[in-house]
C-alpha cells in the first residue's frame, strides 16, 4: 500500500513576497488539507521549547555572573576606600564635603565598570561574533550585534555604581579624625 502523505515540503518561491500567492493558491483548494508556513515561522515553531530552555538558562547564569561581579565591585571599592581613608579624611579636612568624596569614589567605581564592560563586549565580540553552530540538523550563527554591546555595557555600568554606592557611602561618613590618626 502507498500513502500520498507528506510531513513537510520545502519550496522555494521566485520571491518572499510570492509567498501569500502560493499560500492562497494551497489553501483554497479544497482537495488538499495543508498548513502553509514559511520556513522562520516553522522554525521557530518547532525550536520554541528548546529557545525558552535556552533563554531561562542564560538569563540565570548572566543573573549569577552578575550579583558575583557586583560583589567583587563591593569588595574592590570597599578595599579601596580602606586603603585611602587618610586620603579622603585629608579631603574632608580641607573641606571637601561628603557630597564630592561620594562623588569621587562613584566616579572611580564607574571608571572601572565602564572598562571592565567595554573590555568584555570586545572579549564577547571576538569570541562569539559570526561563529556557527550546529544543533539536531539546525545551524545557528551567533551574532553579537551593537545593541547587545550597549545592553551588555550599560548593565555593567549599572552594577558598577551600585557595587560602588555603599563603599561611597562609608568614605562620605567616615570620622576625619579617627581617620587621620589611622596608618
Known amino acids: 500500500m502507498r500513502a500520498n502523505a507528506y510531513k513537510s515540503m520545502t519550496v522555494q518561491l521566485e520571491t518572499p513576497s510570492a509567498f501569500s500567492r502560493f499560500k492562497s493558491a494551497l489553501t483554497s483548494n479544497p482537495t488538499l488539507v495543508v498548513d502553509v508556513t514559511t520556513e522562520s515561522a516553522l522554525l521557530a515553531r518547532e525550536w520554541r521549547f528548546l529557545n525558552t530552555l535556552l533563554s531561562v538558562v542564560a538569563y540565570t ?43 569621587s569614589v562613584l566616579t572611580e ?12 563586549a570586545a572579549l564577547a565580540w571576538l569570541a562569539f561574533n559570526d561563529n556557527l553552530h550546529a544543533m539536531g540538523g539546525l545551524v545557528i550563527s551567533l551574532a553579537v550585534t551593537p545593541m547587545l554591546v550597549v ?13 560602588g554606592l555603599l563603599p561611597a557611602l562609608r568614605a562620605a561618613r567616615l570620622p576625619v579624625a579617627t581617620a587621620l590618626r589611622a596608618t
Not at 80 to 90: F, G, K, L, M, P
Not at 109 to 120: F, Q, R
Not at 151 to 163: S, W
Open 151 to 163: 545592553y551588555g555595557i550599560g548593565f555593567g555600568c549599572a552594577l558598577g555604581l551600585v557595587g
Open 109 to 120: 567605581s564607574l571608571l572601572l565598570a565602564v572598562a571592565g564592560s567595554v573590555l568584555g
Open 61 to 103: 547564569v548572566g543573573g549569577i555572573m552578575g550579583l558575583g561581579a557586583m560583589f567583587g565591585a563591593l569588595n574592590t571599592m570597599y578595599s579601596a576606600v580602606s586603603t585611602r581613608s587618610r586620603e579622603i579624611a585629608t579631603l574632608r579636612a580641607l573641606g571637601f564635603g561628603s557630597g564630592a568624596v561620594v562623588a
